[in-house]
């Protein structure tokens, strides 16, 4: 399978280089930026400066892509339109409309649209939908799901990721869009589309301008509740479990790869089992050469609806009422 990546500002680009590095059977052809960044990549047949010359004079069986929310999806449907199928790295796009674009290309295109999320190779997220679908704690009403760090800039990604990711269009939105994204895609897989959304989001931490640096959302649901956290502005570790799910009859939180599910008078938890395929990279590979639609939050119908979340999300806090996803 010859393979090209478009984009590297995305700061996820270098593992999953080296994940397809690791397949069977994969050939990295080419790669196309427009940044510096483009000196430090090595093992490429031909590198670009211009993603779209690339497209045109290389013959890709797939397509990496991981460029900013904006470029990506641009990127996408041209590449959906001739034939590539594409892996593109979380979040599917900085809004629901160039989802909406994405997802047309890849039907009337007929090829795969796998959207990558780092959780998904989290064995825990899967230990968790075994007990959920078990209904081990019966019907869910609560859960929370926090995710973040201190910031892009603090961390010490490079110049040219934060430089996106600091950006309301490019990114769509601050820490809402990086982390609260994680929480949106998995209660869409889990519980399906929420009633309403409510969200609050700011800069409160930060000297320097950012579109948010922490953000919470609610999402109703008809029986049940989720607050998502999405943060720039964390810093150390406070060792409480997350997520956590409270159903009727008991609970289910993580620590790290531990799953534990607590009822009246009974507490067990277990490290959850590996996953039989681990590498994004892998699996994207054997979904274009089987012709098998992605699953989970893999799926692309999954991810818009996630976009069409976070644009609720978004317009909530400018009006400062619950909002419906469109």
Not at 141 to 151: A, E, I, S, V
């Amino acid at each position: 399978m010859r393979v090209g990546v478009a984009g590297l500002t995305h700061g996820h680009v270098w593992g999953l280089i080296e994940n397809f590095r690791k397949v069977e059977g994969v050939e990295l052809v080419a790669v196309a930026d427009n940044t510096p960044l483009l000196e430090r990549v090595s093992g490429f047949g031909k590198t670009y400066s211009n993603w779209e010359d690339m497209i045109a004079n290389e013959n890709f069986d797939a397509l990496l892509v991981t460029s900013n929310n904006v470029e990506s999806s641009e990127i996408t449907v041209q590449a959906l339109n001739k034939g590539i199928p594409c892996m593109v790295e979380k979040a599917m796009a900085a809004n629901a409309v160039d989802a909406d674009r994405m997802l047309a290309a890849m039907h009337a295109s007929g090829k795969t649209l796998m959207i990558n999320w780092p959780v998904a190779w989290s064995p825990w997220l899967h230990e968790v939908k075994r007990l959920l679908d078990e209904n081990s704690i019966g019907p869910v009403f609560t859960l929370q799901y926090r995710n973040g760090h201190f910031g892009p800039k603090e961390i010490g990604c490079d110049e040219w990721f934060v430089e996106w990711l600091h950006d309301e269009v490019l990114n769509g939105g601050g820490a809402i869009a990086d982390f609260c994204s994680y929480g949106a895609v998995l209660c869409r897989w889990l519980f399906g589309m929420p009633e309403t959304v409510y969200c609050i989001r700011q800069n409160y931490t930060k000297d320097y301008s950012v579109p948010d640096d922490y953000a919470s959302c609610i999402l109703r649901y008809p029986k049940m509740q989720a607050l998502l956290e999405g943060t720039w502005a964390h810093k150390g570790d406070d060792h409480s479990a997350n997520p956590r799910f409270y159903g009727r009859d008991g609970s289910i939180s993580v620590q790290g790869n531990f799953v534990y599910r607590s009822t009246v008078g009974r507490e067990e938890g277990r490290t959850a089992p590996p996953l039989e395929v681990g590498n994004s990279a892998q699996y994207f590979f054997n979904c274009v050469k089987s012709g098998k639609t992605p699953e989970g939050i893999l799926n692309p119908e999954i991810a818009a609806d996630a976009c069409r979340i976070l644009d609720a999300a978004k317009e909530s806090d400018k009006s400062g009422c619950a909002e419906k996803p469109q």
